[in-house]
């Protein structure tokens, strides 16, 4: 598509529950990020896909996290037993394998945990 | 580890008055710099990047940014702003050679028109 494309927009969620969350990227970008955003922060990086590995997954902040990414396109974030910390608006971006052209980055999903 | 700060977290001013974003960032080898802007209620934009060459590099609506690398800053500048430079403002500093991005906290920007 021509932009970064992330589902749901807004997600409400019970606390306990597991949620997905999902990002397709630009075509053809190999590259793809994501980043959360906290009300009040700054964006926190989460983790990073090169093609369908994930050389730095430094940032996910308890194994409650994971994602995965396949066939070098769609990424699906999962929070597994969500807690109210988690609310955020989670961020995902994609790039060429050049940075020289920075990330194009979605609309972004707003998570809340009540 | 690598940061990036951003020291001004609002700024208000008015319409036709100068603004100044400060990005100071801590790593010491080569880096490309990025600011960015989110606009009330649309995603993060690229507004203007530096990667080499003239350290004062110009972007989109008239803003420019100056790379001081002996300062370890990348401060974005506009003469003069309008009420459409509302926003929030991030900077963004990655290793050369490495597409990981480290953002600042960022800073919002009102305008009064």
């Known amino acids: 598509g021509a932009g970064v494309s992330q589902s749901p927009s807004n997600k409400v969620t019970e606390k306990g529950k597991d949620v997905e969350l999902r990002c397709d990227p630009i075509?053809?970008?190999?590259?793809l990020y994501w980043y959360r955003q906290s009300l009040g922060q700054g964006l926190e990086f989460l983790i990073y896909f090169q093609g369908n590995s994930a050389p730095d997954k430094s940032g996910l902040p308890s194994d409650r996290f994971s994602a995965e990414r396949t066939g070098g396109s769609v990424s699906t974030l999962t929070i597994q037993r969500t807690q109210q910390e988690d609310s955020a608006v989670y961020l995902c971006?994609?790039?060429?394998?050049?940075?020289?052209?920075?990330?194009?980055f979605g609309s972004g999903t707003r998570l809340t945990v009540v | 580890a690598q940061s990036v700060s951003q020291h001004n977290h609002h700024v208000i001013l008015s319409e036709a008055a100068s603004l100044e974003l400060g990005c100071n960032y801590s790593y010491g080898g080569t880096v490309n710099l990025f600011w960015y802007v989110q606009y009330p209620g649309q995603h993060l934009q690229l507004l203007l990047k530096y990667f080499s060459g003239d350290p004062l590099v110009k972007g989109i609506k008239g803003f420019e940014a100056e790379f001081i690398k002996s300062k370890f800053s990348f401060n974005l500048r506009k003469p003069s702003v309008q009420w459409s430079d509302t926003a929030e403002y991030f900077c963004?500093?990655?290793?050369?050679?490495?597409?990981?991005?480290?953002f600042g906290g960022g800073t919002r920007v009102l305008v009064k028109p």
């Open positions: 963004a500093v990655s290793k050369a050679a490495v597409n990981k991005l480290t």
């Open positions: 075509s053809g970008h190999t590259a």
């Open positions: 971006a994609s790039s060429s394998r050049d940075i020289y052209y920075g990330y194009t």
